[in-house]
């Protein structure tokens, strides 16, 4: 064990868990680049797949990667790793200790989301109880933005860009085609991903027309009533719907129509259709519109290479140096969250949190970013998340000047 | 009427018409830069949604459009001047010319694909039958590829270019978190779409592992059982899958799950993900397999903005240049088809062909550019898209170095 006031030396190992995002490698690669400047780390392994690779031993070498091909990796989306949805047992956790002491491993930092949290805050735990120093640190990543404790989380900016970019175009296909469009965006509990759709209104009358959260109840018969209105209103109707949409008892409107969990005891929601085929056929039915289409956007808006934020990469590559500086300066292990700084200009900073107070548990869109009749969005939102997202194509529309009849 | 020899003046109508693809500004915006050259034309009226709103005099007058906005037009994605899916009646084509004299038009341009050329093709026999004289002229377009005498079509090289792009963040997402992917793409009769996700295999191992076409006919027991060769070979499955996928008979796997068809008889096939849920289930039950996903790409593949393919932005561009040229040089009413040259370098030309020469009919994937077993592309097929989809971005993985145990 180091004495005190001795910083501790030995092998550093990092992995990745939960969905992948567009930069969830700039993490990856910030963590190697600033731990090569610390001569406390020695070796710097990379389990693949998660905790999964750490108990098969599937361990890589980092330190021995170009630097011209980390560049590479980090512009590059989906976990460079490999990825795991593992929540550790007990038993895991013992392995788990086994094979850290085996290759020396006093530096452990886990890229991902809350059910990533969790795992370190697990791993933290036992290694306090068996006695075993060692610094964990958890790098946050999550498109759905549902880390407590962080202002926003890297890989949303990137994927809401996705999805702003995507209701931009398919707001004018909803234009020259007019009839009801439903899509259906990711977000498990919580709506920031629907939210960022918003961001696609850049002319008056734009859609989408409306935006249903996971943060309120969704009522089936208010909502082809919303559409109804809407169409009568525009001609047309654009609809942002998340995946997570319950009812007023909190029961998912997704759950009646598919079957499988993760083993984190999550209902699959992406990767189907089926939720947005059931809120087309509602539609159909009640609203007594003809022509209502429904697309789920699905993988796309976590993985689709070239489409990056750059406050979003910029910050994902920062929070992987973070980590590591954190746990070098021999803080406690914890969590990094993203912070904003107040003032107009948008300007971030990082702060090392608990990791309890991360873990598990997820946030959700303040009442501030919802809009007062449950199927819009605020300004405030659209200011907090516009400079995140950053720039959005420029959308050009013709005059129409009438031709004298 | 105009001598012969003498160039015939009047007015111009241009409009647009059935699915918006990212590019087809490009030629709107080309027809009108190349008609405000020539002053044979005077007017240039564009008719809000297709056919329609020449029937209704919706018209606009183009020629007050500021060049700059022109400009930001063409680099917009879907119908600027709103489409339509409509066959005109020998009714429709009676008022249609009422209105064409009415507003002394003489050139009528069309964008679309095989359902505009006919009706372009339509209203050009009606007006010859009339004894109306008007140069009718069809701008291809269509993110299918389907239309015959072309070398391929505007819109389908940024689509392709989007479906490469989606595939090679899809792989890597599958790479991360393995199990098998479906992915449902755009082509009601042609493969091309679907076979553009061979575009994004840029590593040894890298997917999609299968391509279906409609081409060949589809088996759902050989699928399955592909499926389950290919999960055993990389412990993944990536495929693709074309959304117009028929059995032997030629009925349409999708058919049975669907109702609705437009007024050219045409199925429903994007806007739902029944297909991609029914080959995952299929997956799911026959072949064993626990984590199966699927994804329907839907009309982000038409209208993403942003996603352009440069070649392809190029060419719509002239295509609607060419028409309005070929239109003002008296050539017969017909349709610009877009051929290419031969030898090693990527170059295209525009030759008229006959209306009825591009109507209707759609044309398929020749069988060189499809694999032997039916479920893969070719080389060729490569050679020939690569081009016209132009640059993906880079794709950085690890090298994965294993860690001395």
């Keep these: 064990m180091a004495k005190k006031n001795e910083k501790m030396t030995g092998n550093m190992l990092i992995a990745q868990s939960g969905g992948p995002t567009v930069v969830i490698n700039q993490s990856l690669v910030g963590a190697v680049l600033e731990a090569k400047k610390h001569k406390e780390i020695k070796k710097i392994y990379g389990a693949l797949h998660g905790i999964k690779g750490i108990l098969e031993e599937d361990l890589i070498d980092l330190g021995r990667e170009r630097a011209a091909n980390l560049e590479a990796v980090a512009n590059t989306p989906s976990s460079a790793l490999g990825s795991v949805r593992k929540k550790p047992t007990p ?120 935006i249903y959260l996971p943060e309120r109840p969704f009522d ?76 789920t956007f699905g993988y796309l808006q976590r993985s689709f290479p070239g489409l990056v934020s750059e406050a979003d990469a910029r910050e994902a590559l920062a929070a992987g140096r973070e980590a590591v500086k954190l746990a070098v300066a021999q803080q406690p292990s914890g969590s990094v969250a993203i912070r904003r700084k107040p003032g107009k200009a948008y300007r971030v900073f990082f702060e090392r949190v608990d990791l309890s107070r991360v873990a598990k548990e997820t946030r959700h869109m303040p009442a501030a970013f919802i809009a007062r009749n449950g199927h819009d969005v605020t300004q405030a939102f659209i200011d907090y998340a516009a400079p995140i997202v950053g720039k959005l194509p420029k959308i050009g529309r013709l005059q129409r000047v009438a031709a004298k009849k």
């Excluded at 991902?112 to 958890?138: P, Q, V, W």
């Excluded at 525009?234 to 998912?252: F, H, M, N, Q, W």
């Design 220 to 295: 089936v018969q208010r909502f082809a009533d919303d559409v109804a209105k809407a169409y009568k209103k525009y001609g047309r109707c654009l609809v942002a719907v998340s995946e997570g949409i319950v009812d007023a008892k909190g029961t998912p409107i997704a759950a009646a129509y598919t079957k499988e969990v993760d083993s984190h005891g999550n209902v699959q929601l992406s990767g189907t259709g089926a939720l947005g085929d059931l809120l087309a056929g509602m539609i159909r039915e009640k609203a007594n519109i003809g022509r209502v289409r429904a697309d």
């Design 91 to 210: 038993e895991d956790c013992r392995a788990i200790f086994e094979k850290l002491q085996k290759y020396g491993v006093r530096y452990f930092f886990y890229i991902g989301g809350n059910d990533s949290a969790e795992t370190t805050h697990i791993i933290n735990e036992e290694a306090k109880k068996m006695g075993y120093e060692l610094r964990c640190f958890h790098i946050p990543k999550t498109v759905d933005n549902d880390l407590r404790e962080n202002d926003h989380t890297p890989g949303w900016g990137s994927a809401a860009k996705f999805v702003a970019q995507a209701f931009m175009g398919d707001d004018l296909d909803n234009a020259a085609l007019p009839g009801v469009k439903v899509n259906v965006v990711m977000g498990r509990h919580a709506g920031f991903l629907t939210a960022a759709s918003a961001l696609a209104r850049t002319y008056p009358g734009a859609g989408p027309h409306l």
